[in-house]
């Protein structure tokens, strides 16, 4: 029922920027915090950052200040921005949204390479 379709991902070179989003469907519940996580080969899964429902957000201290995580309710969707990429920023991207009652939900995973 639930489906969360993740866009936006693919190879880009250092200083570049891509913009991913993610659509959410399929539930009757309010979603509250939606969020974006990443996991590097061999590394574990990691918040890169989140937004409540009434806009507020948070960030990994490796990407504050070069990615900007946004959301339209009416939509249910979450969209990262991130600029000023680095190698380091390789990894799968994988969308997050809690729903009331029914609990969190994951994307399948987008892949963002950064790389020359």
């Known amino acids: 029922q639930v489906r969360l379709v993740e866009s936006g991902g693919g190879l880009v070179q250092p200083g570049g920027s891509l913009r991913l989003s993610c659509a959410a469907s399929?539930?009757?519940?309010?979603?509250?915090?939606m969020a974006w996580y990443r996991q590097a080969p061999g590394k574990q899964r990691e918040l890169v950052g989140s937004?409540?429902?009434?806009?507020?957000?948070n960030y990994a201290g490796s990407v504050k200040g070069r990615f900007t995580i946004s959301r339209d309710n009416d939509e249910n969707t979450v969209n990262l921005q991130m600029d000023s990429l680095k190698p380091e920023d390789t990894a799968v991207y994988y969308c997050?949204?809690?729903?009331?009652?029914?609990?969190?939900?994951w994307g399948p995973g987008t892949q963002v390479t950064v790389s020359s």
């Open positions: 937004i409540t429902r009434g806009g507020t957000t």
């Open positions: 997050n949204v809690r729903f009331l009652v029914v609990g969190e939900y």
């Open positions: 399929g539930s009757g519940f309010s979603i509250g915090t």
